[in-house]
């Protein structure tokens, strides 16, 4: 019988010594915790990109209601609250297709909805090449939390898929933010903000050491070759089902009392070049159906495909906007009679020179906690 027992004890030691090492990066790490004080500045930076997004969806409905909110992908992820009047949310990331706005706002109490409503529609979401109406509907959030025994299960996933975290996690252990929480947050700086906006630490420290003067040919080519990037099809034709979803979004926000903005977001110049030509017309077709719709309803709408004044060096990468992006189309909304009448963009100025942050409070603490690390992303 000892034997026996010694034999299993050989065999599960392997298994627990890896599950304990586990154990301890996830609570270490903080991956485990969820934290909705709105008076917290702690980054938030999850492993897994789905539990951003339920954390996000928990922050709105567990914290006093937000006036404004901003709703989009990835790309209005740079919108910050000091560019408001009012309390302000960004729940960029928590949506994907035309069809899943309104889907997520029917699932948000009536008493948390806001009373201005930011709306970012990605010009490739209306190109039926990229998606088609029948597969768009497919909800990239969850309303509910994972259990702690499925977190950790979770957790150990992403992990496994990348291998180098742990290692930077343990070998920068000391440099580390002990409030911060996730593997992400902890280890690149790259997570969420308390008011939902998007700070990349790690990525924006190595764009400032080696491309100060970015463009993004290079990059829009190299998506179209490896393909490693979808939503660069080319395409002719709008789906008008894809615009009666925004007409019925209008429709579903007037019921509700709140007063949408709604918006194209921009491209880097470089790649607006590689756009604008006819294999890629259901951008104009979009726009120039969307103007009309939103002129009929009364609703303030921006087209910002393209915008003067911006340039490759303001833009995370060939999508993404930085903040100072972002602000300059604020800017451009408040000239509008419609939306200045509204009182809700602050009007702020940079504190700074640089081409992508507000603050240079963010340079500094990223210069700060990576200049000479030796990371590996």
């Known amino acids: 019988m000892n034997r026996f027992l010694k034999t299993i004890f050989i065999f599960t030691l392997p298994y627990l010594i890896v599950t304990l ?74 949506v994907t297709a035309v069809r899943s706005y309104i889907d ?28 088609t109406y029948e597969s768009s509907l497919v909800p990239p959030y969850s309303f509910e939390k994972l259990s702690l025994y499925e977190d ?55 764009t400032i050491k080696t491309n100060n003067n970015q463009n993004f040919t290079g990059w829009f080519v190299e998506n179209l070759k490896t393909q490693s990037t979808h939503g660069f099809e080319e395409g002719e034709f709008v789906d008008p089902r894809f615009i009666n979803e925004v007409e019925n979004l209008i429709k579903f926000c007037a019921t509700r009392h709140i007063k949408p903005i709604i918006f194209l977001p921009p491209f880097p110049p470089s790649v607006f070049d590689k756009l604008n030509n006819n294999k890629y017309s259901y951008i104009k077709k979009a726009s120039k159906q969307l103007s009309a719709l939103c002129i009929n309803k009364g609703v303030p709408f921006f087209d910002f495909t393209h915008i003067d004044s911006v340039y490759d060096h303001n833009f995370l990468d060939g999508t ?52 000479g690390t030796r990371i590996k992303n």
């Open 152 to 206: 950790f299960k979770s957790f150990i996933k992403n992990l496994i898929l990348n291998p180098n975290l742990i290692w930077e996690y343990l070998k920068n252990i000391g440099q580390i933010g002990s409030d911060d929480i996730g593997l992400y947050a902890k280890v690149y700086m790259n997570g969420f903000r308390n008011d939902g906006s998007h700070l990349n630490g790690y990525g924006l420290y190595k």
């Open 21 to 94: 090492f586990f154990l301890f990066v996830y609570f270490s790490s903080r991956e485990s915790y969820f934290s909705f004080d709105t008076k917290t500045e702690k980054q938030i930076g999850y492993i897994g990109s789905e539990k951003l997004s339920t954390y996000k969806i928990n922050a709105i409905l567990q914290r006093p209601k937000y006036s404004i909110w901003v709703l989009g992908t990835s790309r209005v992820l740079q919108f910050r609250k000091e560019m408001f009047t009012k309390q302000f949310y960004n729940l960029g990331l928590s």
């Open 320 to 371: 993404h906007g930085s903040e100072i992006v972002n602000l300059k189309l604020l800017t451009l909304m408040d000239q509008s009679s419609e939306v200045h009448r509204m009182g809700i963009i602050s009007g702020i100025n940079p504190d700074t020179n640089s081409n992508l942050f507000l603050f240079k409070s963010d340079s500094l603490k990223i210069f700060k906690r990576f200049e």
């Open 104 to 131: 997520f706002l029917k699932k948000i109490p009536a008493n948390k909805l806001p009373d201005y409503l930011l709306v970012s529609l990605d010009q490739r979401n209306f190109n039926n090449k990229y998606e």
